[in-house]
Nanobody, 111 residues
Framework: QVTLVESGGGTVQPGGSLKLACTASGVLFSVRGVAWYREATGRGREWVGVINIRGSTSYADAVKGRFTITRDNDKNTAYLEMNDLRAEDTAVYFC?????WGPGTQVTVSS
């Protein structure tokens, strides 16, 4: 069983940046991929991107070129760096690994 906790959310102005973290407890963090999702009010959960065990990444078209996923296996942590944030990026952001979910962290983009 993996326990995940997201952190780093907050409120930023359009064009701003935030870096979220997803810290995992339990074993085998380094041998599993980590995915990021988001859920805006009134909308379903949307896939944002993923990083595999080799560090290769893939992103949704809506965030490609603005968001970057990295991982630090020594810290059992994956990161989601978000740049050029837009109002439509406002959502609760979740990480997922081995079918486990964190509680999420709120990101609000507003002037």
């Amino acid at each position: 069983q993996v326990t995940l906790v997201e952190s780093g959310g907050g409120t930023v102005q359009p064009g701003g940046s935030l870096k979220l973290a997803c810290t995992a407890s339990g074993v085998l963090f380094s041998v599993r991929g980590v995915a990021w999702y988001r859920e805006a009010t009134g909308r379903g959960r949307e896939w944002v991107g993923v990083i595999n065990i080799r560090g290769s990444t893939s992103y949704a078209d809506a965030v490609k070129g603005r968001f970057t996923i990295t991982r630090d296996n020594d810290k059992n942590t994956a990161y989601l760096e978000m740049n050029d944030l837009r109002a439509e990026d406002t959502a609760v952001y979740f990480c997922n690994q081995a079918q486990s979910w964190g509680p999420g962290t709120q990101v609000t983009v507003s002037s």
